[in-house]
């Protein structure tokens, strides 16, 4: 599976956006970006997951830029109840290489 | 998504002893995961459950140490055997519907060994 990047931490004041980028520049063409959050040493939630198009549900939307190279999942409006580490994941869909490998992930703020 | 649950949810253990973690899905699933994570790092992939046959396990793991049990499409067990404090980590049980499907997560075992 190819390597994400992502920052280490970042901010985000309730009520607004949050856009955690994700880096993922050696990504094959049959690889999807998956997201997951953990908050605060529960179980991993699955967000939202994209090949190449934008997708968006009652969580979140996925941007994928054209080249596939990078990714930005948006929280439209962010609430305390968001503060958690969020997971950037490249990932096959066949075969035993469709495992899931968990980075170290970004982990977002949300302040009042 | 399925609902999963697991037992115990925390647990403080004295070296040397085991514990088995349950996982139990409201729900027939085909896959079954199960997952470390050690204090402050990210999630490790320990094996893969298989019902009717042994457990694959990844770089690393080995069946003497994390015996896995799957008897049917619901239900699947991890013991972490003679354990030591390095053994202290949440463990995690996943599902998913076909390999290649999105995997969804347990709330986790919080395992502290002293």
């Known amino acids: 599976d190819a390597k994400t990047t992502q920052p280490p931490s970042m901010d985000c004041a309730e009520g607004r956006a949050a856009n955690l980028p994700c880096n993922h520049s050696?990504?094959?063409?049959?690889?999807?970006v998956y997201w997951y959050r953990q908050i605060h040493s529960q179980g991993p939630q699955y967000i939202i997951h994209?090949?190449?198009n934008n997708e968006t549900n009652e969580m979140a939307s996925l941007i994928i830029t054209e080249d596939r190279k990078s990714s930005t999942l948006i929280l439209p409006h962010a609430t305390l109840r968001d503060t958690a580490v969020y997971y950037c994941?490249?990932?096959?869909?066949?075969?035993?290489?469709?495992?899931?490998?968990f980075g170290t992930g970004t982990r977002l703020q949300v302040t009042l | 998504s399925a609902v999963i649950s697991q037992k115990p949810s925390r647990d403080i253990c004295q070296r040397g002893t085991s514990l088995t973690i349950q996982c139990q899905v409201d729900s027939q699933v085909t896959m079954m995961f199960w997952y470390r994570q050690q204090p402050g790092q990210s999630l490790t992939l320990i094996a893969t459950?298989?019902?009717?046959?042994?457990?694959?396990?990844e770089s690393g793991f080995v069946i003497d140490k994390f015996p896995i049990s799957r008897p049917n499409l619901t239900f699947s067990t991890l013991t972490v055997s003679n354990m030591s404090p390095e053994d202290s980590s949440i463990y995690l049980c996943?599902?998913?519907?076909?390999?290649?499907?999105?995997?969804?997560f347990g709330p986790g075992t919080r395992l502290t060994v002293l």
């Open positions: 996943s599902v998913s519907n076909r390999l290649t499907d999105t995997q969804y």
């Open positions: 994941i490249v990932r096959v869909e066949y075969g035993t290489a469709s495992k899931l490998t």
């Open positions: 994209g090949l190449k």
């Open positions: 050696t990504i094959s063409g049959n690889e999807y």
């Open positions: 459950a298989n019902q009717g046959s042994e457990a694959t396990y």
